[in-house]
Nanobody, 125 residues
Framework: QVQLVESGGGMVQAGGSLRLSCAASGRTFNTLVMGWFRQAPGKEREFVAAIRWSGGSTYYANSVKGRFTISRDNAKNTVYLQMNSLKPEDTAVYYC??????????????????WGQGTQVTVSS
């Protein structure tokens, strides 16, 4: 089992920045990929970014590329999502996810077997 706890959400004006953190605990040595997803009211959960624990390859949704950066701290078993130049359309609940098997496609929710509880990000115009 892997437990994920997100933090760092909040309210910010358009153009501002936030950094989300996701601390993993439990059987973290099996974690191969960690990702961030988001879900706005009335919309499906969508991929934001992902990182492979070994090698550090990163992946981004087109909507956040160039504005968001995903990174990891292996010693702390923590993944970060630095969000810059935030827009009102970035408003959503952001979820951290982890998968303990090797996957090729990191952008689908079904690929991940562990999820955090979510943290709200609100961007005002």
């Amino acid at each position: 089992q892997v437990q994920l706890v997100e933090s760092g959400g909040g309210m910010v004006q358009a153009g501002g920045s936030l950094r989300l953190s996701c601390a993993a605990s439990g059987r973290t040595f099996n974690t191969l990929v960690m990702g961030w997803f988001r879900q706005a009211p009335g919309k499906e959960r969508e991929f934001v970014a992902a990182i492979r624990w070994s090698g550090g390859s990163t992946y981004y949704a087109n909507s956040v590329k160039g504005r968001f950066t995903i990174s990891r701290d292996n010693a702390k078993n923590t993944v970060y999502l630095q969000m810059n130049s935030l827009k009102p359309e970035d408003t959503a609940v952001y979820y951290c996810a982890a998968v303990t098997r090797n996957i090729l496609i990191v952008t689908t929710t079904s690929a991940y077997n562990y999820w955090g509880q979510g943290t709200q990000v609100t961007v005002s115009s």
